[in-house]
């Protein structure tokens, strides 16, 4: 098992989660995070620090997308360890469905 970055982190991107990982296995996207599945060690720590909810099991149905997601992003983008500033208008975000299209592949800053 592992956890999965889904929908709702696009363009949230709070980052409450990337410190509480005790192997830092969060990646920056411009636009949204995720985990590398071949890292994440199952702890569960980072579930309920996600304000978006945007952070579920992989046990979870129909998660195929959102785990090739990150697993394609975790390769290619920064790692992060350290909460950064989530954009301005993350919460107008929140919550809201059909982000899908937002993702932007390209990579954020890193630590």
């Known amino acids: 098992m ?16 990337v410190e509480v990982c005790p192997v830092d296995c ?3 996207g411009e636009n949204f995070l995720v ?6 060690i199952d702890c569960g720590v980072c ?3 996600c304000p978006a909810e ?7 149905p129909n998660l195929d997308n959102w785990l090739e997601i990150n697993r394609k992003f975790a390769e ?10 989530a954009p301005a208008d993350a919460d107008e975000w929140n919550g809201k469905s059909g ?11 890193g630590d």
Not at 99 to 109: C, D, V
Request: hydrophobic share 25%.
């Open 47 to 49: 579930e309920p620090e």
């Open 54 to 60: 945007a952070i579920i099991p992989d046990t979870e």
């Open 99 to 109: 982000k899908t299209e937002m993702l932007s592949e390209a990579p954020g800053e």
């Open 2 to 17: 592992t956890y999965v970055v889904t929908e709702n982190c696009i363009k949230c991107k709070y980052q409450d989660c």
């Open 35 to 40: 985990i590398h599945p071949d890292e994440c």
């Open 26 to 28: 969060f990646y920056e």
């Open 76 to 85: 290619i983008w920064p790692n992060i360890t350290r909460k950064g500033d």
